[in-house]
């Protein structure tokens, strides 16, 4: 137990580290948040300087390309990391990125890609110096052997699994211990290429190398931190860490070695800095953002949705390439039973969530886990849900439990942030409790808590949603793919985290994920998901609208379905800037 004086001394030490952190943006960022920047343009126009100010209301959980698994940690390693190609932010399409071009041979299954020269780590105190040095081929190739390396904080895997030669071999082996050589099927010709061997011909591999997994860190950033590299980032992005305390604030400056160019060969970014913090409460946030001191605003209060059209800040709203769904914890009583989640399921009103909860800034969930919106997915192949009350009742009595007598009680666990969350599980209580006489409790933790809790496979029936890495049904489908979820139940399941295994599925998904044609590979997904849906181990909800509130001197900041920013491109336009 501490004593006063030891909690008096700890919170001296902290109310020190908060100073010298305030001390250090105040001198980055000079007159705070007014300053307007600097009168210096590019050819086209587009003004140097400024601070561009965002907060992020989801405590991040890590900063590391292979374990950043949260959209919020992703909006800001996006400006830290590059990979070899990225997404364009307007329309989602391939660019090049760390790669200049590349090439597929013959057979589809042979990726050459050949590195822009002049791209350098940021500096940092793990090496010598504290100067970065320049990017080779063989620090891709050592990032994506780690990709492949069976390892806790590796949450990545699954994006080379079955894809790359030797990547499962070398998963496999690693388990037991440090494996010597790389991946058979990641090597670097010469200091300036990278190659890839694929299993089989694959169309979406660029899309898999745009996801944070495949952004390319410094390697003596793990040797140096270890496991605290969580915290440490190391990329090769436009923007550097300049001040960071964990929970409070984080400050992104302009990386002065970056060697990016726009379309009038202009040097980016423009920015002078990024500032996140980090306040959980949306109402404040929205509050800071009407009051100028934030440059947007993402996903409203609940309660506030009015506020969209008010005031001369700029509205953007598209579709998201999201899902918002319920899982369920199969290997235990009484959710083991199908014919109980069935029940559930017919029992939820998706509409009434949709317009009566959630504001109509959803859109329901008609068939399945995968968006609309995707080209030429074979979406009608998924039979319409239904909203069913009286299905539902025959359901429980023909599971042994009659108006709901004797079903012990369900608890939903939701977490206390995000839009609408704790809303809509209240309402899938009450729908529980009246249409189906079932006992319904809500559980509200904390993020990281909640979480943990899935992961572990200790939640008994859970909200959880994933908004795309890329835009394709297969990252949607993976979360339920059976190799992606460990054969030992007491290990932490970060992807799978219903721990669904059908054979079928597995097959299907399988099969599509090796397939070339592409019309035969979406129609193989979409059985899946069939599958899927038949086993009701997860209850589709609905799929969010991406809302974000601009200020009106924010230049170049479109909106997408995966709500990626690419911050290089966004500048201040001091005519607008109060």
């Not at 902290?14 to 705070?32: D, F, N, Q, S």
């Not at 919020?72 to 071009?101: N, T, W, Y």
């Not at 040097?267 to 440059?295: C, H, M, W």
Request: hydrophobic content about 40%; some cysteine.
């Amino acid at each position: 137990m501490r004593t006063i004086g030891e909690a008096d001394t700890l919170a001296r030490q902290r109310l020190m580290r908060y100073i010298i952190l305030y001390c250090t943006v105040a001198l980055l960022l000079g007159c705070g948040n007014d300053r307007k920047p600097r009168e210096r343009t590019s050819p086209s126009g587009k003004y140097y300087g400024g601070v561009f100010n965002a907060n992020e209301s989801e405590p991040i959980r890590s900063l590391f390309p292979l374990s950043l698994v949260q959209a919020s940690a992703h909006r800001i390693g996006a400006q830290i990391f590059e990979g070899l190609v990225r997404f364009d932010p307007k329309d989602l399409s391939i660019k090049p990125a760390l790669a200049e071009s590349w090439e597929a041979d013959a057979t589809g299954t042979v990726y050459t890609f050949t590195l822009r020269q002049g791209a350098r780590f940021h500096d940092d105190a793990c090496f010598p110096g504290g100067k970065g040095r320049q990017l080779t081929a063989e620090d891709v190739v050592a990032c994506y052997v780690r990709l492949c390396t069976n390892q806790e904080w590796n949450k990545m895997f699954w994006l080379f699994q079955d894809r790359i030669s030797g990547a499962n071999a070398h998963y496999q082996a690693s388990a037991a211990g440090p494996v010597d050589g790389g991946v058979k099927g990641i090597t670097a010709p010469d200091k300036h290429t990278v190659r890839f061997v694929l299993t089989h011909p694959m169309p979406g591999f660029l899309n898999i190398l745009a996801h944070q997994g495949c952004w390319v860190f410094a390697p003596e950033a793990l040797n140096h931190y270890g496991k605290e590299v969580l915290w440490h980032p190391v990329g090769t992005g436009a923007f550097r860490v300049k001040a960071y305390e964990q929970g409070v604030m984080l400050v992104l400056e302009r990386n002065p070695e970056y060697d990016g160019r726009d379309a009038d060969g202009a040097q980016l970014p423009y920015l002078d800095a990024i500032r996140y913090t980090f306040v959980e409460d949306k109402n404040k946030e929205l509050d800071s953002f009407l009051e100028g001191k934030l440059s947007v605003v993402y996903e409203l209060p609940i309660n506030r949705t009015n506020e969209m059209g008010q005031g001369a800040h700029v509205l953007q709203t598209i579709p998201a390439l999201s899902i918002q769904f319920l899982g369920m914890n199969t290997r235990k009583a009484p959710l083991n039973d199908i014919r109980i989640r069935r029940a559930i399921d017919l029992a939820i009103d998706r509409e009434m969530l949709v317009d009566s909860v959630l504001d109509g800034l959803a859109v329901i969930a008609e068939r399945g886990v995968v968006p609309p919106g995707l080209q030429a997915y074979p979406y009608e192949r998924l039979p319409l849900r239904r909203h069913d009350p009286a299905a539902g009742r025959r359901l429980l009595e023909e599971a042994g439990y009659p108006g709901g007598k004797g079903l012990p009680q369900v608890v939903l666990q939701v977490n206390n942030s995000g839009y609408g969350y704790v809303k809509v599980a209240e309402a899938v209580q009450a729908m529980l409790e009246r249409h189906l006489g079932v006992a319904a409790v809500v559980s509200v933790l904390p993020e990281e808590q909640h979480f943990r809790q899935i992961e572990m496979g200790l939640a008994q029936f859970w909200r959880e949603g994933w908004i795309a890495d890329h835009p394709d049904p297969e990252n949607f489908l993976s979360l339920f793919y059976g190799r992606n979820a460990p054969a030992d139940t007491s290990e932490p399941s970060y992807l799978n985290s219903t721990r669904h295994r059908d054979p079928r599925f597995d097959s299907l998904f399988s099969q599509a994920v090796r397939t070339a044609d592409d019309r035969l590979r979406l129609t193989l997904l979409a059985s899946a998901e069939e599958v899927l849906m038949e086993n009701a181990f997860v209850i589709p909800l609905y799929h969010e609208r991406s809302v974000r509130l601009l200020q009106p001197w924010i230049e170049d900041m479109p909106i997408n379905g995966m709500e990626y920013r690419d911050m290089r491109l966004v500048w201040i336009d001091p005519a607008s800037k109060p």
